[in-house]
């Protein structure tokens, strides 16, 4: 079922791409008592229909893909997490934030050199 929709999408996208105003209008008037619209109407239908082909010929690609790129935003959340909870617990041993402030720029001077 999913081959017909391919071939199927693929030969409306290429109809829409490749024919000319005159033909879309042709076609168009034997579907709606409407005036035809804009030739930029078909071309953009044309890039719609090619994009529905490629999701549905991709789709466990783009499913795949959706799911890493949940994981790492999931991964970076609890990194920065894990990052803030570290500064607080580290800050709150010291007397003042200057002071904190003062230990880290040493440390990060004594890396450096």
Do not use: W
Not at 54 to 66: D, T
Not at 72 to 101: E, H, K, Y
């Amino acid at each position: 079922m999913r081959e017909i929709l391919v071939v199927i999408f693929s030969i409306i996208s290429i109809y829409f791409a490749v024919a000319n105003h005159k033909l879309h209008c042709m076609l168009f008037s034997r579907i709606s008592s409407k005036k035809c619209p804009p030739h930029i109407c078909f071309i953009m239908l044309s890039c719609l229909f090619f994009g529905i082909t490629i999701y549905i010929s991709q789709e466990k690609y783009f499913k795949s893909l959706f799911d890493r790129l949940n994981g790492v935003a999931q991964s970076g959340g609890r990194i920065v997490m894990a990052g803030t909870n570290l500064v607080q617990n580290a800050a709150g041993n010291f007397d003042s934030l200057s002071d904190f402030a003062d230990t880290v720029e040493s440390m990060a001077d004594g890396i450096t050199t």
